[in-house]
């Protein structure tokens, strides 16, 4: 069975820091895409980041570009996400999602969701 | 403001049909695939719909897909009680390189 575990969410202050791990299992992680999609209280589906299967591209959203950074670590079947320079506009859901295969491609499995808040 | 529009709630009496429209540009769904997405109250989305009309296993067949030129559809019948959820539609754009999502639409079964 495919599984995606978020963590590493919390409360963080304005202009600070986290980063969020996926740890996935039941299936050759390094072949599929990946990809971060948040949702802010009350609100719809915001697309963040993408990276690839293999060689490793990486995709943002421009609302997060510059302060946000996605990888992968292939052997601990891990999908991470750096966050920096936190804004109140950040404070959100944030899943984990699973690419059929490609990047273009459907997100076919989706984690839990970790919780980030960002406030003073 | 979405990339893709969708409308805000659509609402039909029990074993009804609905259908959920995403209307979208040619850097988007003109020229990508479409998939379509559940989420009930208090859970994280799940695939209903990929490749504009195929269906995961497991997705009964009373959820279908659909697209024509710069816009999708998504069919619902034998409307139940438990289909109450906010559906989402997405899809690549070509032009911004990433994702991109629908509002969504909250269905609510009368």
């Known amino acids: 069975e495919v599984q995606l575990v978020e963590s590493g969410g919390g409360l963080v202050q304005p202009g600070g820091s986290l980063r969020l791990s996926c740890t996935t299992s039941?299936?050759?992680?390094?072949?599929?895409?990946m990809s971060w999609v948040r949702q802010a209280p009350g609100k719809g589906l915001e697309w963040v980041s993408t990276?690839?299967?293999?060689?490793?591209?990486?995709y943002y959203a421009d609302s997060v570009k510059g302060r946000f950074t996605i990888s992968r670590d292939n052997s601990k079947t891990t999908l991470l996400l750096q966050l920096n320079s936190l804004r109140a506009e950040d404070t959100a859901i944030y899943y984990c999602?699973?690419?059929?295969?490609?990047?273009?491609?459907?997100?076919?499995?989706w984690g839990q969701g970790t919780m980030v808040t960002v406030s003073s | 403001q979405s990339v893709l529009t969708q409308p805000p709630s659509v609402s039909a009496a029990p074993g009804q049909k609905v259908t959920i429209s995403c209307s979208g540009s040619t850097s988007n769904i003109g020229n990508n695939y479409v998939s379509w997405y559940q989420q009930l109250p208090g859970t994280a989305p799940k695939l209903l719909i990929y490749?504009?009309?195929r269906r995961p296993s497991g997705i009964p067949d009373r959820f279908s897909g659909s697209k024509s030129g710069t816009s999708a559809t998504l069919g619902i019948t034998g409307l139940q009680t438990g289909d109450e959820a906010d559906y989402y539609c997405?899809?690549?754009?070509?032009?911004?390189?990433?994702?991109?999502f629908g509002g969504g639409t909250r269905l609510t079964v009368l």
């Open positions: 039941g299936f050759t992680f390094s072949n599929y895409a």
């Open positions: 999602a699973k690419h059929d295969t490609w990047t273009k491609d459907a997100f076919n499995v």
């Open positions: 490749d504009n009309d």
């Open positions: 990276i690839s299967g293999r060689v490793n591209n990486t």
């Open positions: 997405g899809t690549w754009s070509s032009s911004l390189s990433g994702w991109v």
